[in-house]
């Protein structure tokens, strides 16, 4: 149980094009889905948390007007990579937790690699 | 604001070798600890979290971890290494709604 899935899994991109990431929990309803970025060598690092039906909260520095985060439903979370540059280029991984408690355990997607040509 | 430091970005060990990969906190208030294991191509998943019960807490396959705070630390300890354990492992500090990662320690064992 506590599955979650990326799609996709891999992507390469022109700059200045959009790229959407899917985040679902297979097995149950996700109260909270985290976005994170990793670079090469580097930590994860939280991008946005999002509540199912508000607006995401976004960690400093990190544009939202760039990366639009999307939950539309307790399942299912988006991210848009929107205009994506060469620097966007990186490792995207969400997780899903079911109360948004600090003590409780996300689970963790697969993560999607983009590269940004 | 919390933050955590891992020793070591690589860790060998032989099959059947003592496992230790250190992980040390900083927070101003009591945090929760987590350890996470990231195989190749897959998410990371839970070995085991602390969450202010019994300073020493187990985890899947084997792994245990001892929170000690006059040491800010909680290092992560497995008694026999298998081949199985090659992986990358990161400890996470959380004392708000978010979790904070170290820099992963990728841990090798050797036949």
């Known amino acids: 149980g506590a599955v979650v899935s990326q799609h996709p899994s891999w992507v390469i991109c022109k700059s200045g094009t959009s790229v959407k990431i899917e985040c679902r929990s297979l097995?149950?309803?996700?109260?909270?889905m985290f976005w994170y970025r990793q670079f090469p060598k580097q930590s994860l690092m939280l991008m946005a948390t999002?509540?199912?039906?508000?607006?995401?909260?976004?960690e400093q520095g990190v544009e939202k007007d760039k990366f639009l985060i999307n939950h539309a439903s307790l399942t299912l979370s988006t991210l848009t990579v929107t205009s994506a540059h060469p620097e966007d280029s990186s490792f995207y991984i969400c997780?899903?937790?079911?109360?948004?408690?600090?003590?409780?355990?996300?689970?963790f997607g697969p993560g999607t690699r983009l590269l940004v040509l | 604001a919390q933050s955590v430091t891992q020793l070591g970005s690589h860790v060998s060990v032989s099959e059947g070798a003592l496992v230790l990969l250190r992980c040390n906190y900083s927070?101003?208030?009591?945090?929760?600890l987590f350890w996470y294991v990231q195989y190749p191509n897959q998410g990371l998943q839970l070995l085991l979290k602390?969450?202010?019960?019994?300073?020493l807490v187990k985890g899947i396959n084997g792994f245990e971890a001892e929170f000690k705070k006059s040491e800010t630390s909680f290092h992560l300890t497995k008694p026999s290494a298998h081949m199985s354990d090659a992986a990358e492992y990161f400890c996470?500090?959380?004392?708000?709604?978010?979790?904070?990662f170290g820099t992963g320690t990728r841990l090798q064992v050797f036949p």
């Open positions: 997780s899903a937790g079911t109360s948004g408690g600090v003590w409780e355990t996300q689970y």
């Open positions: 097995d149950f309803q996700a109260t909270t």
């Open positions: 999002s509540n199912e039906g508000s607006k995401a909260t976004y």
């Open positions: 927070s101003s208030v009591p945090p929760y």
């Open positions: 602390y969450t202010s019960a019994a300073t």
């Open positions: 996470a500090v959380s004392a708000t709604d978010k979790l904070i």
